[in-house]
C-alpha cells in the first residue's frame, strides 16, 4: 500500500480536475428489483443468483467483485423478477436498523453469471459511462450518505424512498482517466484491508482449534491428570451488578449488557453514571463478565477485564471472580470454548422475549481442570495467539482510518 505522503502527491494531480453535479434521478435509471426472502435462496446452486439487502449492509464491500463473493442462489421454482445485474450496476439498501441505510455496492465482474437485485434494494444503472468502481467509493462517502441523512425515516427500521433519494446529487470527474485513478487508489486500500482481514480471520480460527485441544480433559500433554469442578466452587464470587440510573455521555464507566463484545470489553458501549458506585462493585483485573440473560445466541458470552480503565460492575452481566485453584485467565478460554458454550445454552431457560440461567444451575455446572502449573501454561499459549490478533486488529483499524481519509479528499470536487 503506498504511503500517504504518496496519495497526497497523487491527489495534487488532480486538484484541476473539472467535476460536474448531476441529480441522483437523472443520472440513473431505476430498474426492477424482487422481493425474495432468505428461505428463497441458497448457497450451494441454482440458474439465478439473488444480490440480498441484508448481504449489501453487513457482507459485501463497496465494489462487489463477482469473481470473489459469495452471492446466494434463488431456490428452483421460485417466481421472481428477471432484471439483469450488469457490470457497474449499482445496488443499495433501502432498509437498515440504523443510518447505514443507503449503503450500496456496484457490481463488477458479473461475466456469464445471471444475477437479480433482491428484497428492500433499489437497482440502479447509470445513464453515463462511467469508470468501473468509481461509484461504488462515491456514493459510500460521507460527501454523498450525508444527503441521505435528511429522508432517512422510521424509529425501530429506518427507510428511505425513491423519491427522496431522487432529490441527492452525484458528483463526479469529467475526465473518466481520474474516475479510474481515484478507484484504482481506494482498491488498492480495500485490498490490503482484506488481506489483513484474512490474516485475522486466520488466527481467530488456529485459536478455535488449539482451544478445544488444550482445554479438553481428555488432553495428555505433559502426562498432567484433570480433575472435575463445579463453577460455584472455583470461583469466589458469582453475583449480579448494580442498577444505575445511566447518564449517556459522562460519569464513572458502568458494564452493561452491549458491553461484551466478541470475548472483550467495549468501551464505547459501556453506561455512565454519575453516582459514585460501592467499592464493591468495582471490577478487579481478572474479572471475568459473563452473559447470562439474552437471546439464547449470546448466552454464554464472557469478556476478560484486563485492569486498565476504572469500571464498575452494572446491570444484566454476572461477575466471576476465580479462586486461588484457578488461573482466571485460564477459565476465561474454557468458558469462551465452543464446546462450554454450548453447554451452556442448554441450562438457558427460554422466554418470551430472551433466555436466561439461573445462578443456582450455573454454580453447579462442572467441566475439569488440570493443576495450576498447566492451567498458566495453557492460558499462556492462547494469549499469545489473542497478542497477535490485537496486534492485527491494530493493524487493520490504521488502514480503514486511511482509507477513510482518502475518501474524503479523493471524492471531494472542492
Not at 449492509?57 to 421454482?77: Q, S, T
Request: aromatic share 10%.
Amino acid at each position: 500500500m503506498k504511503t500517504e505522503q504518496e496519495h497526497n502527491n497523487e491527489q495534487c494531480t488532480m486538484n484541476n480536475v473539472q467535476w460536474r453535479k448531476v441529480r441522483f434521478g437523472e443520472f440513473f435509471d431505476m430498474l426492477p428489483t424482487n422481493t425474495l426472502s432468505r428461505d428463497k435462496l441458497n448457497d450451494q446452486q441454482g440458474e439465478y443468483q439473488n444480490i440480498h439487502y441484508g448481504d449489501v449492509l453487513i457482507k459485501y464491500p463497496f465494489c462487489l467483485d463477482c469473481n470473489n463473493a459469495e452471492i446466494p442462489y434463488i431456490n428452483d421454482g421460485v417466481k421472481f423478477n428477471t432484471a439483469e445485474v450488469r457490470d457497474g450496476d449499482v445496488i443499495f439498501a433501502d432498509t437498515a436498523e440504523d443510518d447505514t441505510v443507503g449503503k450500496c455496492v456496484e457490481v463488477l465482474n458479473v461475466g456469464d453469471r445471471k444475477i437479480v437485485s433482491g428484497l428492500h434494494t433499489y437497482f440502479c444503472r447509470p445513464r453515463h459511462k462511467m469508470a468501473l468502481g468509481y461509484l461504488g467509493y462515491y456514493l459510500n462517502s460521507n460527501h454523498f450518505h450525508n444527503q441521505l441523512l435528511p429522508y432517512i425515516a422510521g424509529s425501530k427500521v429506518s427507510s428511505v424512498n425513491r423519491t427522496s433519494i431522487a432529490r441527492t446529487f452525484i458528483s463526479y470527474p469529467a475526465d473518466l482517466s481520474a474516475q479510474r485513478r481515484i478507484a484504482a487508489i481506494l482498491a488498492s486500500a480495500d485490498k490490503v484491508i482484506a488481506a489483513t482481514q484474512k490474516t485475522i480471520a486466520k488466527y481467530k480460527q488456529i485459536k478455535q482449534g488449539m482451544m478445544e485441544d488444550l482445554l479438553n480433559e481428555q488432553c495428555t500433554m505433559n502426562n498432567v491428570q484433570w480433575k472435575k469442578v463445579r463453577l460455584g466452587e472455583g470461583c469466589n464470587r458469582m453475583c449480579n451488578g448494580m442498577t444505575y440510573d445511566i447518564d449517556e455521555k459522562e460519569g464513572y464507566l458502568v458494564t452493561r449488557i452491549e458491553t461484551i463484545s466478541d470475548g472483550y470489553i467495549d468501551y464505547n458501549r459501556v453506561g455512565h453514571t454519575k453516582e459514585l458506585p460501592k467499592e464493591d462493585y468495582k471490577l478487579l483485573k481478572g474479572d471475568i463478565l459473563f452473559s447470562h440473560i439474552n437471546s439464547v445466541k449470546h448466552i454464554g458470552k464472557v469478556a476478560y477485564f484486563d485492569g486498565e480503565e476504572l469500571l464498575y460492575h452494572g446491570m444484566n452481566l454476572l461477575l466471576l471472580r476465580a479462586n486461588n485453584e484457578i488461573n482466571s485467565k485460564f477459565l476465561y478460554y474454557l468458558l469462551s470454548s465452543e464446546t462450554v458454550r454450548q453447554r451452556m445454552r442448554t441450562l438457558a431457560k427460554s422466554a418470551v422475549n430472551q433466555a436466561s440461567i439461573n445462578t443456582t444451575e450455573l454454580q453447579k455446572f462442572s467441566f475439569f481442570i488440570p493443576d495450576l502449573v498447566e492451567q498458566h501454561r495453557i492460558a499462556a499459549i492462547l494469549s499469545g495467539i489473542d497478542a497477535k490478533i490485537a496486534a492485527e486488529e491494530k493493524v487493520l483499524q490504521k488502514y480503514e482510518k486511511v482509507k477513510k481519509g482518502l475518501m474524503e479528499r479523493l471524492l471531494n470536487e472542492q
